[in-house]
């Protein structure tokens, strides 16, 4: 699954952000925002294991500013 040599890491991964867009779907952004809080620790915890360090980065980076985003929209600047 791309960059992460670990199938089971990667389906959990992909399963929190799954976790994430259903509660945002569900009109949830706090359990949005809590899901990938756990998504980019989740990143993080594997680092040189299965994923290369810049993949990393990139990955968290990006929740980093979906959280941002989120936060905005729900008025927690």
Do not use: C, W
């Amino acid at each position: 699954m791309g960059h992460i040599d670990n199938q089971d890491i990667a389906r959990s991964l992909l399963d929190t952000l799954d976790a994430a867009q259903a509660a945002y779907d569900r009109g949830q952004p706090a359990v949005a925002i809590h899901q990938l809080h756990a998504f980019i620790h989740n990143v993080e915890a594997p680092t040189g294991k299965h994923s290369k360090a810049d993949h990393v980065h990139h990955m968290h980076h990006h929740a980093a500013a979906v959280i941002a985003a989120l936060e905005t929209e729900a008025g927690h600047e």
